[in-house]
C-alpha cells in the first residue's frame, strides 16, 4: 500500500524543486531548452511515483533541483524524511549529493555533513558517522554539541566506554564538572561497562576505581552497587557485600530479584542464617515480591519441613496471588503425595511452568521491550534503566 504522506511529501518536494528550479534559471537567463529539460524531469519524477519507483523518482529529483542556498532546505528535508522512513541508502544518496557541492556553503555543508552522520548512525555504518562528527566538533561551533552526543551514542553502540566517557566529559566543558541530571547516570553506566570488563579479566583494581568513578557521578546507580557488592564477594569480603547491597531495596526496590542470589550466599558464607531470615522477612515486609517469598519458604522448608513451607506458602498466596508462587506450592505438594493425585499435581506444575517460560520476566517501560534478561540500556530503544521485572499475577 502507498505511504500518502510519503507520496505527497515527495510529490510536493519536486513540485517545489521544479519551480525553484525554473525561477533560478529564469534568473540566470537561461533559455528555453532547460527549462524544458526541468519540466521534462518533474514530469518524470511524478511518473516514477504514481509507478512507486521511488528510486528513480529521487534521482530525477536530485537531477532536476540545482543546489543551491534556496533549494538546499527542501534536499535536507526530503533526505531526512527518507531516513525517518528506513531508506536509509536513498537518504545517504540525497545528503551525499549534498555534501559534492563545493559552492554549497560552509554552515550548509555542515549542516548536510551532521545529517549524513545520522544517516549512517541509522544504516549501522558507525565507523562512518564517527569520522563525520568527530570533523563536526573540531569545526563547527553551531554544530559541535549536537555532534558530541551523537558521538556518545556511535561509542555506546561500538561499547568503546573510554571514548564515550571522553565524549560526555567534552560535552560539559571540563572533565570534573558536575553533569546535568540527564547525563550523570548514563556516564555511571560507562563506569559500570568498563567495571564489568575490569571484573571479567580479574582486574578487581581497576573495577574498584571504575565503580567509585560511576558513584561518583551517580551516587544512588544501582548497577553501581550491584558490581560493588560482587567486587567484594570476589575479595572475599561477604560482609562488606551484605552492607553494600543492602543499599540497594531502599535506592529502588524493582531490583531486589537482582541482589537475593548474591545476597544469602555471602550470608551463607558467613554462617549468619538467622541474620539472612531477619533480612528477607524485612524486605518482604517492606517490598514484597515473589522472589524474596520463595527465597523465605526454601529457608522454611530447610529449617522445618515441607509441611511448614507449603502451609506459609499457602497463606501467602492467599493475599498475594501468583504463578511462580502456585507452582512452587504444588512443588511442595507433590512428594507428599501419592497416584492419580500425584501424576494430576505433576501435570499441573508442568503447565504452570509453560506458562511461566512463555510470559517474559523483564519490561521495557519506555517502549515495552520483553525478554527474559534484564538489560541496563534496552536493546530496543536505547534507554537506560527502563528495563525492570515484570510485576503482578505473571511476575514479580
Ligand atoms: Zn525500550
Redesign the pocket.
Known amino acids: 500500500m502507498v505511504d500518502l504522506t510519503f507520496f505527497f511529501f515527495l510529490l510536493a518536494a519536486i513540485a517545489i524543486g521544479w519551480l525553484l528550479g525554473r525561477k533560478s534559471v529564469k534568473k540566470k537567463v537561461r533559455g528555453n531548452d532547460q527549462q524544458r529539460a526541468l519540466a521534462r524531469s518533474y514530469a518524470q519524477g511524478l511518473n516514477y511515483l504514481l509507478n512507486e519507483r521511488h528510486d528513480d523518482a529521487i534521482d530525477k529529483f536530485i537531477d532536476a533541483l540545482e543546489v543551491s542556498s534556496e533549494t538546499f532546505d527542501t534536499h535536507l528535508a526530503l533526505g531526512n524524511l527518507l531516513r525517518k522512513r528506513g531508506e536509509h541508502d536513498q537518504a545517504i544518496r540525497v545528503h551525499q549529493n549534498l555534501l559534492a557541492r563545493p559552492s554549497l556553503a560552509r554552515p550548509n555543508q555542515q549542516k548536510a555533513q551532521l545529517e549524513l552522520a545520522r544517516d549512517y548512525i541509522a544504516a549501522g555504518w558507525l565507523d562512518r558517522a564517527e569520522r563525520l562528527l568527530q570533523e563536526l566538533v573540531e569545526n563547527s561551533s553551531d554544530l559541535r554539541n549536537v555532534s558530541l552526543e551523537h558521538l556518545v551514542e556511535v561509542y555506546r553502540d561500538e561499547r568503546e566506554w573510554g571514548k564515550a566517557i571522553h565524549a560526555v566529559n567534552l560535552l560539559h566543558g571540563r572533565r570534573f564538572k558536575r553533569l546535568s541530571a540527564e547525563w550523570a547516570p548514563i556516564q555511571a553506566h560507562f563506569c559500570c561497562e568498563l567495571a564489568e570488563e575490569a571484573i571479567s579479566s580479574k582486574d578487581y583494581l581497576s573495577a574498584r576505581k571504575h565503580i567509585d568513578a560511576a558513584l561518583g557521578y551517580d551516587r544512588n546507580s544501582v548497577r553501581a552497587n550491584l558490581l560493588w557488592g560482587r567486587l567484594e564477594y570476589l575479595l572475599s569480603r561477604p560482609r562488606e557485600a551484605i552492607k553494600v547491597l543492602q543499599r540497594i531495596p531502599r535506592q529502588n526496590p524493582d531490583y531486589i530479584p537482582e541482589i537475593l542470589e548474591l545476597l544469602i550466599t555471602c550470608y551463607e558464607a558467613i554462617d549468619d542464617e538467622s541474620g539472612l531470615d531477619r533480612y528477607l522477612e524485612s524486605l518482604q515486609r517492606e517490598h514484597p515480591s515473589n522472589s524474596v517469598l520463595i527465597a523465605l519458604t526454601d529457608r522454611i522448608e530447610q529449617q522445618q519441613n515441607e509441611a511448614a513451607a507449603a502451609a506459609f506458602m499457602g497463606k501467602q498466596l492467599a493475599l498475594r496471588p501468583s504463578l511462580r508462587g502456585l507452582g512452587h506450592f504444588i512443588d511442595l505438594h507433590i512428594d507428599s503425595t501419592q497416584g492419580r493425585a500425584r501424576e494430576n499435581l505433576s501435570l499441573l506444575k508442568t503447565l504452570i511452568d509453560q506458562l511461566i517460560a512463555s510470559r517474559p520476566h523483564y519490561r ?1 517501560s ?4 520483553s525478554g527474559n534478561q534484564l538489560h541496563w540500556l ?1 536493546p ?4 537506560w534503566d ?2 525492570r521485572s515484570v510485576k503482578g499475577v505473571e511476575g514479580e
Open positions: 521495557c519506555n517502549c515495552g521491550f534496552c530496543s530503544c536505547k534507554h527502563s528495563v
